[in-house]
C-alpha cells in the first residue's frame, strides 16, 4: 500500500506547488488530450520534456514516479502484449510459429507505452502538489458555468474532495487490517488460490464495514452541523491567479498547440 501515489499530497516548497489548482486542473486535461494525438515521436519527445520539466519543478523524486507507475505495469504489460499480437499492419520483423510481430504493431505498443507512462505521470503531478481542498475549490470554479444550466456544481466537487480525503485514509486502515490479520497467521503471498481469496475476502470485509462506518459519522457530522449543500456560502481561502499562473498556461497551450499541429502534419 506504500506504493500508492494517487491521492497522496506531498508537503513540498516547489514552483509547481504554489501554481493555481485551476491552471494545474486544466492544464492536466489539455495535456491529457493532447497525448492521445498521433504526433510520432517527436512529439511525444517534446510533450515527454515538457512533462519532465514540470515533474522537477515539482521536486518529485525518481522514487515517487516508479511508485505511482507500479500499481498500472500489469495494464501496461497486458495493453502491449495484446497490441503486440493482434495489430496485424506492415511487415513482419518477427515470427515463432503461428505468431507474427509486424513493425506498426510495435510502434503502435511504443505510443501506448508513452501514453500510459505521461498519464501517471501528470496525474502524479496534480495529486502530489495539490492539497485535496485546493482541487475541490479548482473543481468548483471550473464547472460554476455549468450552474446555468442546474448542474450541482458544489455537490460534485464535495463528493470528489471527500472521495480524494479517504483515499489516504482507507490505504492505512488497509495496511492496519492486514498487519493484525498477519499477527494471527494470514499469509497473503502463500497458499493455494482458494486460501489467497479467502485471505482477500477476510481483508476486503473488515474493510467495507470501516468505511461505511467513516462514512456514516461524516454524514452525521455533517448533518450536526446543519449542513446545507443549496445555502449561500462564503470561503475563507480564496483562489489568485499570479503571473507564474499565465506564464505557466502559455507554455502548457504553445506546448500542446505543436503536438497537436505535429499530429496533422505528419
Not at 134 to 139: P, S
Not at 189 to 199: H, R
Not at 245 to 266: G, K, N, P, Q, R
Given at each position: 500500500m506504500d506504493n500508492m501515489m494517487f491521492g497522496k499530497y506531498i508537503p513540498v516548497n516547489s514552483f509547481v506547488h504554489k501554481l493555481d489548482p485551476r491552471l494545474k486542473i486544466g492544464a492536466l486535461i489539455l495535456l491529457l488530450v493532447t497525448v492521445f494525438f498521433d504526433a510520432g515521436f517527436?512529439?511525444?519527445a517534446i510533450l515527454s520534456i515538457?512533462?519532465?520539466?514540470?515533474s522537477i519543478?515539482?521536486?518529485?523524486?525518481v522514487s515517487q514516479i516508479l511508485k505511482a507507475m507500479k500499481p498500472m505495469l500489469f495494464m501496461m504489460a497486458f495493453l502491449m502484449i495484446f497490441n503486440l499480437l493482434f495489430i496485424q499492419n506492415g511487415?513482419?520483423?518477427f515470427t515463432l510459429g503461428f505468431i507474427h510481430i509486424y513493425d506498426k504493431a510495435v510502434i503502435q505498443t511504443i505510443y501506448i507505452f508513452i501514453r500510459l507512462l505521461l498519464i501517471i505521470i501528470m496525474t502524479s503531478i496534480l495529486t502530489a502538489t495539490t492539497k485535496p481542498?485546493?482541487?475541490?475549490?479548482?473543481?468548483?470554479?471550473l464547472l460554476a458555468p455549468f450552474k446555468k444550466i442546474g448542474f450541482p456544481t458544489h455537490e460534485v466537487a464535495m463528493i470528489i474532495?471527500?472521495?480524494?480525503?479517504f483515499i489516504p485514509t482507507l490505504l492505512e486502515e488497509t495496511q492496519r487490517i492486514m498487519k493484525a490479520q498477519a499477527s494471527r497467521g494470514v499469509d497473503y503471498?502463500?497458499?493455494?488460490?482458494?486460501?489467497?481469496?479467502?485471505?482477500i475476502v477476510s481483508l476486503i470485509i473488515p474493510l467495507f464495514i470501516s468505511a461505511f462506518q467513516r462514512a456514516e459519522d461524516l454524514a452525521n457530522a455533517m448533518e450536526s452541523r446543519n449542513y446545507n449543500p443549496e445555502a449561500p456560502r462564503t470561503r475563507y481561502k480564496q483562489l489568485h491567479w499570479q503571473i507564474a499562473?499565465?506564464?505557466?498556461?502559455?507554455?502548457?497551450?504553445?506546448?500542446?498547440?505543436?503536438?497537436?499541429?505535429?499530429?496533422?502534419?505528419?
Open positions: 517527436i512529439g511525444y515538457f512533462v519532465l520539466i514540470m519543478l515539482a521536486k518529485m523524486k511487415t513482419i520483423i481542498l485546493d482541487l475541490t475549490l479548482g473543481i468548483e470554479y474532495s471527500i472521495a480524494l480525503r503471498s502463500e497458499g493455494t488460490m482458494k486460501e489467497k481469496i479467502m485471505s499562473d499565465t506564464i505557466s498556461l502559455t507554455a502548457t497551450v504553445l506546448v500542446s498547440a505543436c503536438v497537436i499541429m505535429m499530429s496533422f502534419v505528419l
